[in-house]
C-alpha cells in the first residue's frame, strides 16, 4: 500500500514526488517519458535555472529525489485508475497497486495550427508564453500568429522587449521557414522576416484519467481543484497544467507554478493521512 502515486514526470510530479520523500512517506512516481515541453532546449523565468533545458531539470529533480528511500520512480505509464472499498487502485502493466492518494500530473499536449513548417520550429523560434520565451527576441521584431482577442494583449505586452510585434491572422500564413536570423513567414501577399513567432495551440489532456475517474472539469477543460491540488473525487489530485484552481481564471502554464502545486499537493496528501 502506497501513501501515494504520481502520475507525471514533468516539474509538478517530481517536486510532489521530493516533498513526500522529505516526510517519509511511501512514494510511487510514474513517468511515461512523454513531456510539454520536449522540443524546448532553454526553460526561463525559473529562479536559478534560468535558461536549462528541461531534460537536465529533470535529471537533477531525479537525483535529488534518489537520496530519499521512501520514494520509488519508474519508467511507466499507469493504465487505469480506480477507487475500490475506501482506496485507490492504479494498473501498470499487471499490477494493481492500492495507494492511499492519487497525484495526476500527467501535463498537457499542444495542437498547433495547421501551418507549415510551424510545428518544426516549436519550442524554439516558435512559442506560446512571453513570460518564458520573449526575452530571447530582445530588440528584434517578432510576430504574433493569433486571430483571437488575446492577440492584441499579447503584442502589447511584448512592445517593450521587441523592435516591432506585427499580428498576424493564421489564415494568412501559407508558411514557416527557418532563417539564420529566426523566421521567414510565407504571407499571402509577402515574406515577413521576424526573430520569433508566438501563437496560441488548442491543448488537451494528455491522459484519459480525469475523465475516467469523473473528476471534474472547469469550462477550461482542465481539472477543477483548490488551491492544494484537490479534485471533486476523493484522494485525487491534479497539479501542472491539468489543473485549473478556483481562484484563478485558468490554468498556469509555467514551471514555476508546476513546482508549486505539486508541492502543495504533497503538503495535502501528508496532512490527509495524518487526519485518517
Known sequence: MYDAIIIGGGPAGLQAALTLGRMHRRTLLLDA??????????????????GRDPAELRRIARAEIAAYDTVEIRDAAA????????????????ERLRTHAVILATGVTDELPPIPGLAEHWGDTVANCPF???HEFAGRPVAVINATAHAGMLA?????VASAVHVIDPAEVREVEGSDDGLVLHLTDRALEVAGAFVAPVWRSRSDLLDALGVERQESGAARTDPFGRTSVEG?????DIAHPDHLPGPLFSLAAAIA???????????SLVMD
Not at 33 to 49: I, K, P, W
Not at 79 to 94: F, I, K, P, Y
Request: net charge negative; proline share 2%.
Open 132 to 134: 518564458c520565451h520573449g
Open 236 to 240: 485525487v489530485y491534479a497539479v501542472g
Open 33 to 50: 517519458g512523454t513531456y510539454r515541453n520536449s522540443t524546448v532546449r532553454h526553460a526561463h523565468n525559473l529562479l536559478t535555472n534560468d
Open 156 to 160: 502589447r505586452m511584448l512592445e517593450p
Open 261 to 271: 502545486g505539486g508541492q502543495l499537493a504533497a503538503v495535502a496528501v501528508v496532512q
Open 79 to 94: 493504465a487505469a485508475v480506480a477507487r475500490d472499498e475506501g482506496s485507490l487502485t492504479v494498473t501498470v502493466g499487471d
